[in-house]
């Protein structure tokens, strides 16, 4: 097994592990945000976790993008 598969299989099971805290955060701002208890506290904390999971989302895809072309370049060498 060389160094590149090595790095790459390595970055596809991270990536595959921050997509699901993502779900998992956003799950859990939509159940919080939504939730029928009159404590506005609670509401907003569902309302910072789903602007935080979004957030994550953009630059994880972003990452992932730049970390593909990374290892599409070094493949060509």
């Not at 590149?4 to 779900?23: D, K, M, Y």
Request: charged share 10%.
């Amino acid at each position: 097994m060389s160094i590149l598969q090595i790095v790459q299989n390595l970055s596809t099971e991270v990536a595959q592990i921050a997509w699901g805290l993502f779900l998992l955060a956003w799950g859990v701002g939509w159940a919080l945000r939504g939730s029928p208890i009159p404590i506005f506290r609670i509401k907003r904390s569902g309302q910072d976790i789903l602007e935080d999971a979004i957030l994550a989302a953009f630059f994880l895809a972003i990452g992932s993008s730049v970390f593909a072309l990374i290892q599409y370049l070094a493949s060509q060498v």
